[in-house]
C-alpha cells in the first residue's frame, strides 16, 4: 500500500491526473486497451476536469463506473454526466468505449440493470479502479452495515437505501471492485480524516467498506493533508 499526501485538493487532482495519464499511455503502449473504473464524487470531478490538460490519448481507453445514481438519464445528479461533460464527450471518447450504468427510466427492473451491467464488465483486470471514500468510509456504494458489503456472488448489485442522497444506485460490489491491477483512492477534506484511519487500518468491511478495497498490484491513497490529518505515525 502507498500513501500519497498532497497540500491541497487541486494539488491532489493534478497529480492523479498526471499519474492516470501516464498509466493510460503506458498500458496503450505495452498494447493493451486501458481499462479504468471511474468514481463519483467532488474530488472526482476536479480530477476529470483535469485530464483534457493532459497528454494522454483517453480516447483509446474504456471507462466503467463503480457506482452510479438510479436516476433518469442525463440528471445532473448522475455520475456519468460529470465524467462526460470534464472529459469524456469534450474529448472524443467513442460511444462504444464509455460503459454507463443504466439509468432510471430503463425498461429494467435495478436487480435486472445491476445484472445486464455486470456482463458488460471485462474479463481482464481493470488497470485502475478510481474511489472516492465517504465520511462513513464508504466506496462506490457500499455502505457500512449494507448487505452488498458482503456480497460474494453478483459483480454489480442494485441499492434501494443510499444513506447518501439519492437513494436508489448500482453499484459493483468487491469481486468486480477488486478485479484491478490497480486500486487509487483520491480523498480530500477533513471531514473524511476518521474514515481514512479507519479504512487503513484494519477495521472490518461492515464498519469501513473502503477497508475491503485493492488492487491486485497496486494500491494507492491519494491523500490531501486535511484527510491524513489522522492517520497514526
Ligand atoms: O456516487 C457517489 O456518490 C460515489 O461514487 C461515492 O462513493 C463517492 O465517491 C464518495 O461518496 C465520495 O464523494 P465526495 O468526494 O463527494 O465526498
Not at 104 to 115: F, I, P, T, V, Y
Request: negative net charge; charged residues 25%.
Amino acid at each position: 500500500m502507498t500513501i500519497e499526501i498532497f497540500d491541497s485538493a487541486n494539488d491532489l487532482a493534478l497529480a492523479v491526473s498526471r499519474q492516470l495519464a501516464a498509466r493510460v499511455q503506458s498500458v496503450a503502449a505495452a498494447g493493451r486497451t486501458p481499462r479504468l473504473v471511474l468514481t463519483g464524487g467532488t474530488i472526482a470531478t476536479r480530477i476529470y476536469g483535469r485530464l483534457s490538460g493532459e497528454n494522454a490519448d483517453w480516447r483509446v481507453a474504456e471507462y466503467w463506473w463503480g457506482d452510479e445514481r438510479f436516476v433518469p438519464e442525463g440528471h445532473e445528479d448522475r455520475n456519468d454526466r460529470q465524467a462526460r461533460e470534464g472529459f469524456l464527450d469534450r474529448l472524443g471518447v467513442p460511444d462504444e468505449h464509455v460503459h454507463a450504468m443504466p439509468a432510471h427510466g430503463c425498461d429494467l427492473s435495478m436487480a435486472d440493470a445491476a445484472d445486464a451491467y455486470a456482463k458488460t464488465l471485462p474479463e481482464d483486470p481493470f488497470d485502475v479502479v478510481l474511489l472516492g471514500v465517504g465520511p462513513d468510509a464508504h466506496i462506490a456504494s457500499l455502505f457500512p452495515g449494507h448487505p452488498q458489503v458482503h456480497e460474494t456472488e453478483r459483480l454489480a448489485v442494485e441499492v434501494f437505501d443510499s444513506p447518501k442522497p439519492p437513494p436508489e444506485r448500482i453499484s459493483l460490489t468487491y469481486p468486480a471492485l477488486n478485479h484491478t491491477r490497480a486500486t487509487w483512492f483520491v480523498v480530500s477534506g477533513a471531514d473524511k480524516a476518521e474514515a481514512v484511519a479507519k479504512a487503513m487500518t484494519g477495521t472490518p468491511i461492515d464498519e469501513a467498506p473502503a477497508a475491503g478495497a485493492r488492487g491486485l498490484e497496486e494500491t494507492v491513497w491519494f491523500l490531501d493533508t486535511a484527510a491524513a490529518s489522522r492517520l497514526p505515525r
